[in-house]
């Protein structure tokens, strides 16, 4: 028998502002059950990209923020938010960004 350490959506989206972009990216892959291979497949990039964004060592463009929201099939806006704010986060502003939709 073995035992998975899973997380139920909800308990990974818990205080979202906290988390890093690669912490957000690894929860959420995780609890789709998607590996890293086959996110790097889906993206045409490599597995030891996606490594490093979940470690935190690669810095991640919003395009690429967006990139990645596709692969995993969800809408790019939570994804762009919190690479923004993860991107605040390490440059030491004390700010916090919320994205609204542009009425038309």
């Known amino acids: 028998m073995t035992t998975k350490k899973t997380i139920s959506a909800r308990n990974a989206l818990k205080d979202i502002l906290k988390y890093s972009f ?13 590996s890293q291979a086959d996110l790097a497949k889906r993206m045409r990039i490599s597995r030891q990209f996606i490594n490093a964004v979940e470690k935190n060592k690669a ?15 969800y809408p790019y806006e939570a994804f762009v938010e919190i690479c923004l704010n993860d991107m605040l986060r390490k440059s030491g502003i004390k700010k916090v960004v919320h994205l609204e939709s542009k009425a038309a």
């Open 22 to 34: 690669g912490e957000f990216v690894r929860d959420i892959r995780e609890c789709d059950e998607i």
């Open 59 to 73: 810095n991640v463009s919003l395009e690429m923020a967006m990139k990645i929201a596709r692969a995993l099939g």
